[in-house]
């Protein structure tokens, strides 16, 4: 949200494409991960990537079609992704120094110079 109002968009894009993700991973990310060869029906290396993508991707909404489709292990996984990768998001764009150049980068996107 603090993008977006540095950027002087609405913040109804950021919910746009957060539930555009959310959206198209719980309903087309099992298909994809099953494509790719990441099967829950294999070793539990292969559940960890699962759950790790869903989660990291598709956040809750891929998180909960896990649930909905019978993979708890998966699902439990994913949950956990969900809030590391918030965490460590948090905590990366905390920093002095990516803090500066993310403001930059807005400014600079926002007033041309």
């Known amino acids: ?11 109804a894009i950021m919910f746009m494409f957060n539930l555009a993700s959310g959206l198209f991973g719980g309903c087309l990310g ?3 991960l099953d494509k790719l060869g990441l099967r ?6 292969e559940r960890i990537c699962r759950g790790i993508a869903m989660g990291s991707s598709s956040h809750a909404t891929g ?8 993979e708890e292990e998966t699902a439990a996984i994913a ?7 918030g965490v ?7 920093a002095p120094p990516v803090r500066r ?13």
Request: some cysteine; hydrophobic content about 45%; aromatic content about 2%.
């Open 79 to 85: 949950s956990v992704s969900v809030v590391v990768c």
């Open 1 to 11: 949200m603090l993008v977006c109002t540095m950027l002087n968009a609405p913040v």
């Open 63 to 70: 998180t909960a079609s896990l649930i909905q489709s019978g």
């Open 40 to 45: 829950n029906d294999r070793s539990s290396g």
């Open 88 to 94: 460590l998001h948090t905590v990366f764009c905390s």
């Open 30 to 32: 099992q298909l994809l």
């Open 101 to 113: 150049l993310l403001l930059a980068l807005a400014s600079g996107g926002a007033g041309g110079g």
